[in-house]
């Protein structure tokens, strides 16, 4: 199960995700992402209420990443906290993604 | 389009003599393993995290070798971890490569040629009739390896089991694989198969050198 909103903030899209980042719910992710990418020059992926990330969840934001560097788009990842964050940490995301502890706005 | 299993498994054949290389030994039935798993997952058959694995879709396949595996995965729920779903796989010491190179030959890829050394000793050799899907193959792992791009997830996969198998240096110079060390090993670190087939390979590396003081 998963949630997702959009709010403007100061230039920024932020992708407020709530909820499982997993194979049910990954190509949602992904659209949402995407779709948010394509219509703003800055999109900011909130994680500070998504509690469980899966490989399939992690891969679904790497292709936003891809897709954000593909249209020479901001993209940041926000706010991973707990499980998540170990998760992120453990697969060197922050290699390829830009992670940051707050909202950029 | 090729499965992963396949797509390594073309990338092992030596183009000039159609002989199959495989420079890590028994390290490469682990990463064919890898490979394996890495198709059902973009196949959306099963998930992971950064320990367990689990099935999400029990519709059987076109692809007979995902359907066995599947079928094993659901008579076994007790092994949950993906290190121990890819040392299970291994056991099974299926011919994984043997079904790939079948395939890739009925795919018009490849062509098996049967041959005898000595008179006696049987010798098969797999010459590239379409060379098209394995120049396909290289040119991704280029990309991926030496610019500093996101890659496909494909071909994020494609990297780490080709490094597992030891055959990027087929497809990029020593000194290439040196300067770009570090981004390969960031490739190889995104996903939990590929990580847990490098420990499967390096528990493997580990009992095979103590295995001569067993001995003594």
């Not at chain 1, 995700?17 to 049910?24: N, T």
């Not at chain 1, 170990?86 to 950029?104: A, C, N, T, W, Y």
């Not at chain 2, 995965?73 to 949950?80: G, K, L, S, V």
Request: with cysteine; aromatic share 4%.
């Amino acid at each position: 199960m998963i949630q997702i909103a959009e709010q403007i903030r100061s230039g920024w899209c932020v992708v407020e995700i709530r909820g499982r980042a997993d194979a049910e719910t990954a190509e949602e992710l992904e659209r949402a992402l995407r779709s948010a990418i394509g219509q703003h020059p800055k999109v900011a992926a909130d994680f500070v209420a998504v509690d469980y990330i899966s490989s399939a969840g992690l891969r679904a934001v790497l292709q936003a990443g891809r897709a954000a560097q593909e249209r020479q788009a901001e993209f940041t990842v926000c706010r991973v906290r707990g499980p998540v964050k170990k998760v992120f940490e453990v697969s060197g995301m922050h290699h390829v993604l830009r992670i940051e502890e707050d909202l950029p706005c | 389009m090729l499965s992963m299993l396949e797509e390594v498994v073309l990338l092992a054949v030596d183009e000039k003599t159609g002989h199959l290389e495989s420079p890590r030994g028994f390290g490469v039935a682990y990463a064919l393993a890898g490979a394996v798993f890495f198709d059902l997952a973009l196949a959306r058959k099963i998930d992971t995290d950064t320990d367990e694995i689990r099935i999400v879709d029990t519709n059987p396949s076109a692809n007979a070798i995902w359907n066995r595996v599947l079928d094993e995965m659901r008579r076994r729920p007790e092994i949950r971890t993906v290190r121990d779903w890819i040392e299970a796989l291994f056991r099974r010491n299926d011919d994984l490569e043997g079904e790939a190179l079948a395939s890739l030959i009925a795919q018009g890829i490849l062509r098996l040629e049967k041959s005898k050394r000595l008179w006696i000793i049987d010798v098969e050799r797999f010459p590239i009739v379409n060379d098209r899907p394995r120049k396909h193959v290289k040119a991704r792992l280029a990309q991926a390896i030496l610019t500093n791009e996101i890659p496909d997830t494909r071909d994020i996969m494609l990297v780490s089991i080709a490094e597992a198998c030891g055959l990027l240096p087929y497809v990029l110079s020593e000194p290439q694989l040196e300067a770009r060390r570090e981004r390969i090993q960031v490739l190889c670190n995104l996903e939990t198969i590929s990580r847990k087939v490098a420990d499967a390979i390096g528990g493997l590396d580990a009992t095979l050198r103590q295995a001569p003081l067993r001995l003594s």
